[in-house]
């Protein structure tokens, strides 16, 4: 009995803590480097900005694993981003931003859009992001149109 439980107390402990592990994370410097391994000395795959959303997979040291929006898989520096909130980043070419939760409201000043802007999550309305852009102009986006970590 005490064999039984000790192995389902290690399959749960595999399991929650490898969904622990595969959470979001938000970029909150200006902007990030993001690397082909867990240092300074490795290349550079990629220069990210404010907001960007990651999934983290996996730690080492002070530096994350982690998937961008395309699934390819890089290295970031842990002081440079947060699971603290959520952050999205658009997945097509063109995205209408609204003044509110449907396409019955008129596009904003900044519509569209473009693949990989990233914004802070403000709220989601049914299938609508309220969204922050890093200049603070603020829009709705449907769901279909982002990547939300």
């Given at each position: 009995?005490?064999?039984?439980?000790?192995t389902?107390?290690?399959?749960?402990?595999?399991?929650?803590?490898?969904?622990?592990?595969?959470?979001?994370?938000?970029?909150i410097?200006?902007?990030?480097?993001?690397?082909?391994?867990?240092?300074?000395?490795?290349?550079?795959?990629?220069?990210?900005?404010?907001?960007?959303?990651?999934?983290?997979?996996?730690?080492?040291?002070?530096?994350?694993?982690?998937?961008d929006?395309?699934?390819?898989?890089?290295?970031?520096?842990?002081?440079?981003?947060?699971?603290?909130?959520?952050?999205?980043?658009?997945?097509?070419?063109?995205?209408?931003?609204?003044?509110?939760?449907?396409?019955?409201?008129?596009?904003?000043?900044?519509?569209?859009?473009?693949?990989?802007?990233?914004?802070?999550?403000?709220?989601k309305?049914?299938?609508?992001?309220?969204l922050?852009?890093?200049?603070?102009?603020?829009?709705?986006?449907?769901k279909?149109?982002?990547?939300?970590?």
């Amino acid at each position: 009995m005490k064999k039984e439980i000790l192995t389902l107390s290690l399959i749960l402990m595999m399991i929650f803590g490898s969904f622990s592990l595969a959470m979001g994370l938000c970029v909150i410097s200006e902007e990030a480097n993001l690397r082909s391994g867990p240092g300074t000395n490795y290349d550079k795959n990629w220069q990210v900005f404010k907001y960007m959303p990651l999934k983290k997979i996996k730690k080492k040291g002070k530096w994350y694993k982690v998937k961008d929006v395309d699934g390819d898989v890089h290295w970031i520096y842990g002081k440079l981003v947060t699971d603290k909130i959520k952050c999205a980043v658009v997945k097509v070419d063109k995205a209408n931003v609204r003044k509110g939760p449907g396409t019955n409201y008129p596009k904003t000043d900044f519509s569209p859009a473009i693949k990989y802007d990233s914004f802070k999550v403000l709220k989601k309305k049914g299938p609508w992001y309220k969204l922050v852009d890093e200049f603070g102009q603020v829009g709705w986006i449907h769901k279909k149109l982002l990547w939300v970590q």
